[in-house]
């Protein structure tokens, strides 16, 4: 098994706090409201906090039908989520699992640095396969950041 470790790192112009209430706290709401290829966010079982399982489903046609996460962390005070996707397209032939951490921190500009790290597990040893799929996954995140940042600043009143 090989590990591939990515990260991107963006400036977005929502405050920390108010990122995190929206995207990581009220997920199961927020996520279908602000992302456009989600569908719905399910808890299946746990009770939204560490050990939670959440099943997303993406909308039809979307490259991505469902995944399964097992939240791993979610520090509220320190705005740090990580959580472990086991479960679905996008864990295949060549990827075992990935664990992606979020780390949302205050920027000079009264905004946010949102900094998202993809470990990618994969099942051999061999990572070329992987790669041009984190290119994409690299994308799809920056779409979501860009998606979350657009509805809050269009929606000023929600999640202060």
């Known amino acids: ?21 929206s ?3 009220d997920q199961d709401n927020f ?3 602000a992302i456009p290829f989600i569908k719905s966010v399910k808890c299946i079982e746990g ?10 489903t993406y909308i039809e ?7 399964k996460h097992k939240i791993d962390e979610m520090d509220e005070t320190n705005c740090v989520y990580k959580y472990t996707v086991f479960e679905g397209d996008i864990v295949d032939e060549d990827i075992e699992y990935f664990t992606n ?4 921190k205050s920027s000079q500009n009264e905004g946010s640095v949102y900094t998202y790290t993809n470990e990618i597990h994969t099942k051999e040893n061999d990572n070329h396969n992987s790669l041009d799929k ?4 690299n994308e799809r995140s920056k779409t979501i950041i860009n998606a979350i940042e657009a509805y809050l600043l269009a929606h000023p009143h929600e999640y202060i």
């Open 23 to 25: 995207f990581i706290l």
């Open 134 to 137: 984190i290119k994409q996954r």
């Open 31 to 33: 996520a279908p409201k």
């Open 101 to 104: 951490t979020v780390k949302i």
């Open 1 to 21: 098994m090989g590990v591939i470790i990515d990260e991107i790192e963006t400036t977005v112009s929502i405050t920390p706090q108010r990122l995190f209430k």
């Open 47 to 56: 009770d939204g906090g560490v050990g939670t399982i959440k099943l997303v």
């Open 61 to 67: 046609g979307d490259q991505v039908k469902t995944t």
